[in-house]
């Protein structure tokens, strides 16, 4: 069973995430991102940077855990989510971009770099992703649930050909500069530009 198919451990992750939300990352998406685009957010936990995604695009959430799936459909029956794995990301549909706050810490290297394989497969060509993540090098591990920090360059490491970097940054959560974001944007195949795939909106 994982951390978050634990009802008291959802419940203690809720009271711990009080005042804190992702509306500056969404910004820094929104500088790069025509409003109406589609996004995905991966691990949306109790829904809270759906609210911001939902200003300007048209999100989708998802989670692993069922429990925080439940939880946002109750709260808001029209909300468009899905039940996913983070790291294989099993679903037919496409969208322009994908968002995630503080989640793909908890992959191990190998499983991150299955995560933006996946993501690639599922993003329009053009498509763009956004990701928050503990800045640092090293490796911690709390009640089960590992938390892999990152550089710009350590996470670049794990991309292969999948992606490009288009903006990187560091803010303030906790303390100075000990978070991460990174903006990419989804590779093209030789194939895919003579076929001419569908495109993110721009």
Known sequence: MGFFDSEQNVDAYVRMAEG???????AVLERHLPPGSSVLEIGMGPGKDLHWLGRLFRPTGSDKSSLFVDRVRSADPRADVLSLDAITLETDRRFDAIYSNKVLHHLTPDEL????RAQRRILRVGGLA????WQGDRLEVHQGERFQYYTA????DQMGESFEIVETGTYA???DDDSLYVVLRRSVSGRERL???PTALR
């Open 20 to 26: 804190f939300d992702g509306r500056e990352l969404v």
């Open 113 to 116: 770099a299955r995560s933006l």
């Open 130 to 133: 956004l990701h928050a993540l």
């Open 153 to 156: 360059q350590t996470f670049a």
């Open 173 to 175: 959560e906790m303390a």
């Open 195 to 197: 076929e001419g795939e």
